[in-house]
């Protein structure tokens, strides 16, 4: 199999990730806060740092919290506050993504959405993962003008959901771009490549790591996870340039 301009994104939640990223190869970085959340909005003046540090393109999730994907009106309406500042800002690209209580996709809201970004191009994220049936889901994506979605196939990861993300992009169609991710490694991105047919992966090719604090107070903790607080998830620019390479072989 040839594959011709693969693409690789990886997501990221800080500069030094942002940088990491670049440096071991990506073409484009996700860029949020809290991954640990599953990423939300990232804050302007991170936005405006990224870009001035990064030559490479800058997708900005949208997402005013964790949790569902269901969002009030208040919550629609910072929505599309952050997707203007992002632009403002410097972002190449808006990731979103908004469900309606009946587990489908909201298609008005979205619709708005892509209008309100447009130039810029919008990803549909990892929400269709958690629709009620993941082809439907995905002609009523297409339908509000996005140009990607990114996907699991609405499994764990993308070794689980292989078989659905292959479906995905024969039922797209070329009318928009699958881009697999969650769980995209080195060591299998190129069977997922094969298997599906993608031509973008989405990957965070990192791991936690300690962080500065030599002073450790264990008695006080933020969150349920132990020791979370001494503790960073950062992009590892050995992982992208390994993720890198193995695209290039299918390049051949």
């Known amino acids: 199999m040839t594959l011709k301009d693969p693409l690789l994104e990886i997501c990221v939640d800080s500069i030094e990730s942002a940088i990491a990223a670049q440096r071991g190869g990506a073409q484009r970085i996700e860029l949020c806060s809290a991954l640990s959340e599953g990423g939300i909005t990232p804050s302007t003046g991170l936005i405006a740092l990224v870009r001035k540090k990064l030559r490479i393109g ?8 964790g949790g569902d ?18 632009r403002a800002a410097g972002a190449n690209g808006i990731v979103l993504g908004i469900l309606k209580a009946d587990g489908t996709v909201d298609v008005n809201r979205t619709r708005k959405l892509v209008k309100l970004a447009a130039p810029l191009p919008v990803t549909f ?3 269709i993962d958690v629709t009620r049936n993941l082809p439907a889901a995905l002609e009523a994506i297409i339908d509000t003008g996005v140009v990607r979605v990114l996907t699991s196939g609405g499994a764990q990861n993308v070794i689980a959901g292989m078989k659905m993300i292959a479906k995905l992009v024969a039922f797209g169609g070329g009318r928009i771009s699958i881009m697999p991710g969650s769980g995209v490694r080195p060591e299998n991105i190129v069977e997922l490549a094969r298997t599906t047919g993608a031509r973008e992966f989405h990957g965070s090719a990192g791991n936690w790591t300690p962080g500065l604090m030599q002073y450790k107070k264990r008695s006080v903790r933020f969150n349920d996870v132990p020791n979370r607080e001494f503790t960073r998830y950062r992009t ?3 992982v992208v340039r390994r993720l890198a390479q193995a695209l290039k072989t299918l390049e051949k």
Not at 69 to 85: H, K, N, P, W
């Open 125 to 127: 994220h990892r929400a």
């Open 69 to 86: 994907f269901c969002y009030s009106a208040l919550e629609f309406d910072l929505m599309q506050q952050e997707i203007e500042l992002a």
């Open 236 to 238: 590892d620019s050995e």
């Open 58 to 65: 800058i997708n900005v999730m949208i997402r005013p919290r």
